[in-house]
């Protein structure tokens, strides 16, 4: 039977959206003979998740069976931080971190010619599963099956631990980044990129990078961040919501204090009784799911790291992710984007400050 290719080939891709198409002659071109078991022109699709790097599957109908698939990533539109949003990184990290952790996917071929798409991308390999965002799926019970949720929850903090123990130099990734001064680094990066990317005035920022500079504790032995840990930069199995079978957005990917990962998982943990305030809150104040406090334990026993300061990561996690949200504002408020998502991101940002301020007061979990 033909297949055809103008409707998406699975449910998680729609059609592109307006101002984020791709070259699709262009980058049939560039990638022929390149890609293992791809043949012919590829049709183009967009993956409608994520906010910021923009991501495409690449569908080869002309390949046995029904077809093959792979998945383009590229920067976003308009300006980005000169860290952020790092395809060679990122490329540098997956095109060899599978071997000692299996749920990265393997990155492929990595283009930084930006006559190809107009900016540099790269290729890795298609995986398939669900990805849980705002809210539990049909397939484990929609919030109403305890164990599911237990088992969502605790899928997050196993794989963090599982990532946090691996070797970087079994695979050459033990110089990436400098571990030494990470988290100094990284309160001063933040802040200067919120002062790029502001759109107006919020004293409460500079409140919260004070605090942050000031009360900086000192790092644990450093391990490989992911830096941006977020259960929906995962995918589960659609038969076991406990089983992983990927981890995506490594572009931040670096060594350096694991607590920065924790921290971040942190932002979006909201509790039973809990008002959402935060950036894409996991569904995780659902029965049977763990408590921010039962994470914090259970990655102290699995990995041995002292989590005694962990309210400070969580306060420096939604600061992080607050510069990272007015960073894409800032983008829609110049008309660099027309995603309508973004519209409200600039009362989000507020609320995240003033949420950080709050914690500041008394750091915990």
């Not at 599978?98 to 996917?105: D, G, S």
């Not at 500079?213 to 406990?242: C, F, I, T, Y």
């Not at 259970?298 to 992080?320: E, N, Q, S």
């Not at 991101?345 to 609320?351: D, I, M, N, S, T």
Request: one cysteine or more.
């Amino acid at each position: 039977m033909p297949i055809t290719t103008d409707v998406p080939p699975a449910a998680d891709v729609t059609t592109v959206r307006a101002g984020e198409e791709i070259d699709r002659a262009s980058v049939a071109t560039y990638l022929e003979g390149k890609l293992p078991g791809a043949r012919g022109e590829p049709a183009i699709w967009q993956f409608a998740g994520g906010h910021a790097n923009l991501t495409y599957l690449l569908h080869y109908p002309e390949s046995d069976g029904e077809g093959t698939d792979f998945v383009l990533r590229r920067p976003p539109l308009g300006p980005v931080a000169a860290t952020a949003h790092d395809m060679g990184r990122e490329y540098r990290v997956l095109s060899v971190l599978y071997r000692v952790f299996p749920l990265a996917p393997r990155a492929y071929v990595y283009c930084d010619d930006p006559s190809v798409i107009g900016a540099p991308f790269f290729i890795m390999e298609r995986r398939r599963g669900i990805v849980v965002r705002g809210a539990i799926p049909p397939e484990f019970g929609e919030g109403r099956d305890p164990v599911a949720n237990r088992k969502l929850s605790r899928v997050v903090i196993d794989t963090l631990a599982d990532l946090h123990r691996v070797d970087p130099a079994a695979v050459g990734l033990e110089r990436l980044g400098k571990p030494e001064g990470f988290m100094q680094r990284q309160v001063s990066g933040a802040t200067e990129r919120w002062e790029r990317a502001k759109t107006r005035e919020l004293p409460l920022a500079t409140e919260v990078s004070r605090w942050l500079k000031d009360n900086l504790p000192p790092s644990p032995r450093p391990v490989l961040l992911h830096n941006d840990w977020r259960l929906d930069n995962m995918m589960v199995s659609p038969a076991d919501p406990g089983r992983a079978v990927a981890v995506f957005d490594w572009d931040m990917c670096t060594m350096g204090d694991p607590l920065a990962d924790l921290g971040t998982l942190l932002t979006s943990w909201i509790e039973a009784n809990e008002e959402s305030t935060l950036w894409m809150p996991i569904p995780s104040q659902m029965p049977g799911s763990m408590t921010r406090r039962e994470v914090v334990a259970r990655y102290a026993d699995l990995t041995g790291t002292p989590v005694d300061k962990i309210g400070y990561y969580r306060v420096f996690g939604i600061f992080k992710i607050a510069v990272t949200i007015q960073q894409i504002y800032q983008r829609y408020d110049r008309g660099q984007t027309k995603d309508e998502r973004f519209k409200q991101f600039g009362a989000l940002v507020e609320r995240m400050l003033e949420h950080a301020a709050k914690l500041a007061e008394h750091p915990d979990v």
